[in-house]
């Protein structure tokens, strides 16, 4: 070896020894230095990589790799990177416009007013929560960060070169952060000048020895088996995705996790628990807290009281500990209000945000509806940039029709950096919708369910004073228990029972005063009848479950009429000791110390007062809104032992009782009576059981003159919840929001929606077999190249439309009663079914199955040994290609058999009836089979006049004699073709054939997942038409004044509003009247009492009605299906409340105004809370026209209304 390789490699090498020895060589020439010129030399050869390949490189590389031309790329448009916008030039002290020009704009441009990047400025600080309807909508997925971060100067301007941010959003420039230049430093070890030589040798560099490396491996390895002890021994935690098995399979999202199996080493998965919580948790909460560690998002599906919250409760603790924002939205404000006071307890930084109240908007954890949630994504607010979590309560209320689809707009708005948490009832279809959400954001969605209750129910019948088990605690039906049932039914009553119905009545009837009481007493005679024959039932019920010791109990009662009806038949009944009752009077006391003092004297609150003391209560939504919180509070301390409750009790906190009753096992809709489903049983039942506190929950059902069937009760009790149904619809609003945004599409809002899932997850797959087509098109006109089609291709389309005549034909012949009968017993036919070869067959009979798009008929038909299609069998059965039919079926080894045909199939009906025995074929007797063979055996070709077309005459139907004519219209011009009798006209004909069911299938798919398709698109379509009729946006959809002043109404029809909003309509009236008028925006219920209002209000009243027809009359000149969405005021009672709200503005006390009409005390607070949310945004429509004295007037109706008891803080706060 050469003494200069020696020395370079001395000089590379890493070792304690100046001079090494190779090949028994040791070289004592080299003093430890190198000339400048020595060592760039020795660098360039032995360190720097060469410039050149070698030849065997170039060899293996020079290549020449034929690139695929993509076509339809060559006429699209580029994707634009960067947005512009039109600036004028301008001249002079006067600023005179002299042109203009397109710039684009730079990132440090984009504002919340022309961008929907995340990239962009903050917005006002005024704008930062709730946003504005003049911002653009944050994008819903990553487009915008991609193509504006492609950019090298942005990607420059927001990464420093060590990857740290450097530039806030919205800003030109950000912090100078001077750092050590790596690079800097490399190039200084390639630069000979800077070179120290004599430093060479004194370079401490060590070799690494074989025992060194060795126990190197070994720490290594222990790391490891430190890793592996974390994982589990008995099942792996997170499954491999599919997609990353399968690239050419469409992902799947939603990845159902096995809550059953415990993870043994969860403290091992998560060390350090953002929240820590004083018990055991369950598994499927250990699953969720895993995935929330991971990032993940997930959907938690258990029974009422199973623990839910849990998982919110450490979203919140996470989102905290990550220094970010998590959102709590609920179904109800109620709701948001309760989790509010338990959170608050638990969570230092926790505000709310409703339509009227706004508390620490700037909090780690916010509370409010999905309604506050929706209108922040579609203003644009900037708080949504801080957002990790949105955890979505109750999600099984996506199944309900009027606010369903709320849910599903705000997760498709929500960006993707969202990580979602959904907390649902059980319900059978969990990983449906979790794929649908995962395929929506684009992100992998973790399904945790559990079946388990906490708690195992037990349920009873009540019948005649006695409880029969009827389910056990495992879910085993008790048929002994349910006839024991029905025998005690079917004993005569005792006779006692009218004396007391009359003691009870005069019970009720002692309790006087304008409260509930009064207003209850009105209704149908046929229900009060039925309370009077069973009062005593609530007695004997309350009774046997205090001596059982099964109290409190909550009773769900679907009826606020009948909640008030059953408490008032417990007069006498007193279920407090002292020591409660004093405790129910100082919570009592000092809710009500709030209220000033004409308030605090409401029947109602007294009427409610003396029920509570006595240990009894009703929660409804007649009751105002402090009397059902004081109820929910007193109730949650054990200090109310029978509760009559509607089921949206069921609804929201944990308020678990010992027992649940069921007044009755069926409710009103709306529309009519129904039973309840099992998944509205479920919810209210799952209420029984504390856990805890109880072994078993118990719920009873009531039964009074019968007991449901068995089928409905176990169907009820056991059955499966309701899927969770999309009830996605479009509304003006929300295509007036997406319209004045250019890179959102309502086609893109409806491919989102729940309603689309199965659609638009077939779409990959559709989209490949398009490309398969295409390419087996491709290959098949390569094939075809040399053959000229055009003849063919016409005797195709004849040939086709020859056969859709035919099928038209039979189907309106088979509805006529003399098209009937000739499919008859006996009648011969020719026929194909599906991928079989043509043949023939006779009918057997008038034994006719029909469904939705087919009939069935029975046949005995000549069966081939080879039945596979021939290219003959792609023509039509015209007289036409009678020379070129393929007469294999007539051989006579093929034989008879029975089958069932689809009329479809059917290609000729002959004029030819034969004898035959239609009983003996049906029962497979081989003599049957033969006498039809033998009339058969002389047939051989199809041209045999056996198969002459049946005489059509005597049907008189319309559409089927225009079929008809058309039909031989086609089959004239196919009989003067002369292409038919050509040598090859099979063959190409198969080839043309082929080819047109390539381009069909095509066509087909590409319209099955084109925006056509969408199932909502032509109710776009129309009511895209209505807002151009009624000048809401232009023929180019561009949103105009009156759309924007529409965008701000959300909580009512913001059509016939905004139309009396532009018209000044409200101008001639003042504020009082304002209110009343606009108070049938909102209000909804029946009432029987007509209010008494001014001739001026009457006039208003008529005004409100013409703009609604006006508004009404165009929907339906269009054609639009509207829905619940406020413009119906002529059939509804909408103005109840005008006298009411009137008086309310004009400082009449609630007590008195409650005198003034039927409805519910809680409904009228209710109504008057919507109302002052109507005029806010009647204020912020008021403020995009530029109206200042309407802005000024619709804060004076605020001001005017926002007072008393109907503006009462919540408890909860």
Known sequence: MSSKLVDAINEVAVSNKDKIELDGIKDDSFDGHLSITEATYDVDTFLKPSPALSKDWIRKLQKKWDREITYKGLYEYPETLARTQIRFQRHGLEGKIMGYKEVPE????????????????????????????????FLADDSDVDAIAGEPSVKMALYGEDGLLQVPPGFSRGLSMTATSTTDNLNDEFDPEKWDTKKVKSSNRNFVTIHELNEHLKNVNSKHSEIDDLLPDKRSIVSLPPSTLNLHKQPDY??????????????????EMALDFPFELDNFQKEAIYHLEMGDSVFVAAHTSAGKTVVAEYAIALAQKHMTKAIYTSPIKALSNQKFRDFKHKFEDVGILTGDVQVNPEGSCLLMTTEILRSMLYRGADLIRDVEFVIFDEVHYVNDLERGVVWEEVIIMLPPHVTLILLSATVPNTKEFASWVGRTKKKNIYVISTLKRPVPLEHYLWVKQNMFKIVDQHGRFLMDGYKSANDALKKPDKPVIAKDNKNSARGRGAARGRGVQTNMMRGRGSAKSVERRDANTWVHLIGHLHKQNLLPVIVFVFSKKRCEEY?????????????????????IEKAVARLKKEDRLLPQI????????????????GLLPIIKEIVEILFQRGLVKVLFATETFAMGVNMPAKSVVFSGTQKHDGRNFRDLLPGEYTQCSGRAGRRGLDVTGTVIILSRSELPDTASLRHMIMGPSSKLISQFRLTYNMILNLLRVETLRIEDMIKRSFSENVNQTLVPQHEEKIKSFEEKLSALKKEMS??????????????????????????????????????????????QQLDFTRTVGVLLGTSIRTNASDCTLEVAYLNPQNNLKRPSDLLAFADAFNDVYDNAIFDESNQFKYGLINLSGIERVCNTILRIDSGGIRDRRGGAFRKL???????????????????????????????????????????????????????????????????????NL???????????????????????????????????????VACEINSTSELVLTELILENSLADFSCEETIALLSAFVFDEKTEVEPTISPHLQKGKEMILSVAEKVNQIQEHYQVLYFNEGNDFESQPRFGLMEVCYEWARGMSFNRITDLTDVLEGSIVRTIIRLDEVLRECRGA????????????????????RRNIVFCPSLYM
């Open 106 to 137: 730079l990132i440090e441009d984009l504002n919340s007013k022309n961008s929907s990047s995340f990239l962009r400025k903050p917005s006002s600080k005024n704008e930062f929560v709730r946003g504005s309807t003049s911002n653009i909508p």
């Open 254 to 271: 939603a990845h159902v996790v096995d809550s059953s199996a415990p993870i043994e080493n969860f403290q091992q998965l998560v060390p």
């Open 567 to 587: 408490v008032d038949t417990l007069t006498n009944r007193d279920l407090n000791n002292h020591q409660e009752k004093s405790e129910v009077h100082v919570v």
């Open 606 to 621: 007294g009427r409610m007062r003396e029920m509570l003391s006595r240990g009894l209560a009703v929660h409804h939504g």
């Open 786 to 831: 040399d053959v000229d089609l055009k003849e063919i291709k016409s005797c195709l389309l004849s040939s086709e439309s020859f056969k859709e005549y035919t099928k038209k034909m039979h189907f309106r012949a088979i509805t006529t009663a003399n098209g009937k009968r000739i499919f008859k017993d006996g009648r011969v036919i020719v026929f």
């Open 933 to 1003: 063979s033998e009339q058969f055996a002389s047939i051989k070709k199809f041209s045999d006049l056996l198969f002459e077309e049946v005489n059509w005459s005597k049907v008189r139907d319309f559409e089927f004699c225009e079929a008809f004519e058309k039909r031989n219209f086609l089959q004239n011009k196919l009989s003067g073709n002369p292409i038919i009798s050509t040598p090859n006209f099979l063959t190409h004909f198969a080839l043309a054939y082929q080819e047109y069911e390539l381009e069909s299938n095509i066509d």
């Open 1006 to 1044: 590409s319209s099955y997942i084109s925006d056509q398709n969408l199932e909502l698109l032509p109710d776009y379509e129309q009511r895209i038409k209505v807002l151009q009729e009624l000048g809401y946006i232009d023929a180019e959809r561009t949103v105009l004044l009156k759309g924007r």
């Open 1182 to 1201: 008021a403020r995009v026209v530029g109206d200042s004295s309407m802005y000024t007037k619709m804060e004076e109706c605020q001001n005017l209304i």
